[in-house]
């Protein structure tokens, strides 16, 4: 237990340094961390699937992705958008109506309930396969439609328009 | 199931179409597809809807009738689209892929039966929209509004997984029966539910454009070219509402007391929002977008009051609301084409030049505002009569006032076809493709025969 509340403390500690580090570059670094907490959150989990994809996934390529978009960007002060004080009240009022629906929500958390217990073996690639070769067999197939179409959508938005009207 | 894959694989075929540069074939083939997907949903009609594959979708009329407006209001804007879509770019065959694809992800939201194919189907609608309103590479407004839908679309999805995960925190299923099994089993519901749907509600009120989350709307609209946004505001938009419906009426309907004061209130935002927006616009396509916004209200009256005949309301408004975009949208692209602009002056003395092309646009419009004897009044009378079943008069006030308000801005363009004069003499008039003609007629005389005996759509549900 006590692995855990390292790691999550750690886990929020840098997800509050996202988001206020004023260096992007940074801020992506600190993202990085925060993943990798959360993979060993997967892994504390019995979660080995997870923790393996969210490790190569967002923590590979998903970071180095955002490392070229900042590059591409170039952002500085001038490129910076305008943010008035209405929008910055705005979100916080937002933000703390959604704090209050979640903390309503998880009020009751018991950690011994058995539905949040649920399976702890599920998390093995060996029963996430018979799972998703058996019941979710449908949705399973069905994302190679999703996959075709965001690769129909990405070629199409890349490939260079030859024709002029 | 059949027409679920018979379209995946005609998206597949159209591809290769296009690689062999067979253009001329891609608009038929198309359209025989449709209607093999057509018949296979007919076949199902009279088989007993069981939930299939591991209870993952189910066929059942409320998914079947729908179903085939969609593909209906497809086969119609597609009809449209053959001399469209080559003036916006060369890759014809690509973007009947992802119109078809994004039809799949529509017919599978309408047969949904776990969460999972939920968040799939909406997915795949989603992702070749994102594509589609972005097709004019070069045009800043449909980059941006490309951009804005895809960024707030992510964003929705992103609520509508939470609400999902939460609901499925408390009840260990992603499954409608087991949901509801849930519902009406256990003494008092985990406060996590309570949350799960909160949040749902606010992933499906940002897909079906319900405001306080319109905010994408009228840009996302506005940017894309006319056939997507009539494809958009159409099909897409109808699809949401029946997992929406499907949704309320099978789970939380012994839970209205939580949920029906917040959807209440959103409904009376995006009634006002809607039609005070739309009044004050000087396009017509921007027009469209903000009555969108309004009609989604107005829809929304049925989950409000949820009762065995919200489906048939939907179905009727659905229809009306569909036949009438479609002819609109078509309408504006005939006169943009000639005008260029899309305000409400480019209709000036439309009705001189093309007295047909007038007369459809006004039943359309008619249709819209909800004037008796056509579809729109229909439909407006069964919302406001599921209102009434359940006591809302308030809501049923506030909905009167509204759709008063939305017969001005309809009318405006009557007005201005019938009794202003053009801005400047045209050379000659509109040349109107047979395409047009065909479609535009179908969709006006059904509008005014369901106005007329809406019996004959009643009766599927």
Not at chain 1, 56 to 80: D, Q, R, S
Not at chain 2, 372 to 400: E, H, R, W, Y
Request: hydrophobic share 60%; with cysteine; glycine share 8%.
């Amino acid at each position: 237990m006590s692995v855990f509340y390292l790691v999550a403390f750690l886990a929020i500690f840098f997800a509050l340094m996202t988001i206020f580090t004023k260096n992007p570059v940074h801020s992506v670094l600190y993202l990085v961390i925060t993943f990798f907490t959360l993979s060993i959150h997967y892994i504390l989990l019995n979660a080995q699937f997870l923790a393996v994809v969210n490790f190569i996934v967002y923590m590979g390529a998903i970071m180095v992705l955002f490392l070229f978009v900042l590059m591409l960007l170039n952002l500085n002060a001038e490129t910076e958008p305008m943010k008035s004080n209405l929008v910055k009240i705005m979100g916080a009022i937002a933000g703390m109506c959604l704090i209050a629906t979640l903390l309503g929500a998880f009020r009751v958390i018991e950690p011994s309930n058995l539905i949040v217990q649920g399976d702890a073996e599920v998390g093995l690639v060996k029963n996430l396969g018979k799972v998703l070769f058996k019941e979710f067999l449908l949705p399973f197939e069905i994302s190679s439609i999703l996959l075709l179409t965001a690769m129909v959508g990405a070629v199409l938005l890349a490939k260079k328009e030859i024709r002029k009207a | 199931m059949g027409a679920i894959i018979t379209l995946s694989i005609l998206g597949i075929i159209l591809l290769y179409l296009g690689l062999y540069n067979a253009k001329k074939a891609l608009l038929p083939v198309t359209l025989v597809g449709l209607v093999v997907a057509i018949g296979f949903y007919l076949a199902l009609w009279n088989e007993a809807a069981n939930p299939i594959f591991s209870g993952m979708v189910v066929f059942d009329h409320l998914a079947i009738t729908f179903s085939i407006l969609c593909l209906v209001i497809t086969g119609l804007i597609l009809l449209l689209s053959k001399e469209y879509f080559r003036s916006i770019s060369e890759n014809i065959a690509e973007y009947y892929t992802l119109i078809l694809f994004s039809l799949v992800g529509a017919l599978l939201v309408n047969c949904y039966h776990n969460f999972a194919m939920l968040f799939i189907g909406i997915e795949i609608m989603s992702v070749a929209l994102y594509i589609l309103v972005g097709i004019r590479k070069t045009d800043i407004a449909s980059n941006e509004a490309s951009l804005k839908y895809f960024l707030m679309g992510a964003f929705s999805t992103g609520f509508l997984l939470f609400g999902i995960t939460l609901m499925y925190g408390a009840s260990g299923t992603f499954d409608l029966a087991g949901l509801r099994n849930y519902v009406n089993g256990v003494t008092t519901v985990s406060p996590l539910f309570y949350g799960g749907i909160l949040l749902m509600l606010c992933g499906l009120c940002f897909k079906i454009g319900a405001a306080p989350f319109h905010f994408w709307t009228p840009d996302v609209y506005d940017g894309a070219p006319i056939l997507i946004t009539s494809f958009m505001s159409t099909v897409v938009k109808i699809a949401c509402f029946v997992g929406f419906l499907r949704l309320f009426s099978t789970v939380l309907v012994p839970l209205d007391t939580f949920w029906t004061p917040v959807l209440l209130t959103i409904v009376i935002i995006t009634l006002f929002t809607g039609n005070i927006t739309a009044l004050m616009q000087s396009s017509f396509k921007r027009m469209m977008a903000y009555s969108s916004i309004s009609h989604a209200g107005y829809m929304l009256f049925a989950i409000v009051a949820v009762t065995i005949n919200s489906g048939s309301s939907i179905l009727v408004y659905a229809t009306a609301y569909g036949l009438a975009s479609v002819i609109a949208f078509g309408a504006l692209i005939l006169v943009k084409r000639r005008t260029g602009s899309d305000h409400f002056e480019s209709f000036n003395g439309l009705a001189k030049h093309d007295p047909w092309l007038a007369i459809v646009l006004t039943v359309a419009m008619l249709s819209l505002a909800g004037i008796p004897l056509t579809a729109g009044f229909i439909g407006k009378f069964m919302m406001f009569n599921q209102a009434m079943s359940a006591i809302n008069v308030t809501l049923l006030v506030f909905a009167a006032i509204n759709a008063a308000v939305g017969v001005y801005y309809y009318l405006h363009v009557v007005v201005n076809m019938y009794f202003k004069d053009p801005a400047e003499e045209f050379g000659k008039g509109l040349d109107i493709s047979v395409n047009y003609r065909v479609v535009l007629t179908i969709a006006a005389l059904l509008t005014i025969v369901l106005g007329i005996y809406p019996d004959f759509i009643l009766s599927f549900l």
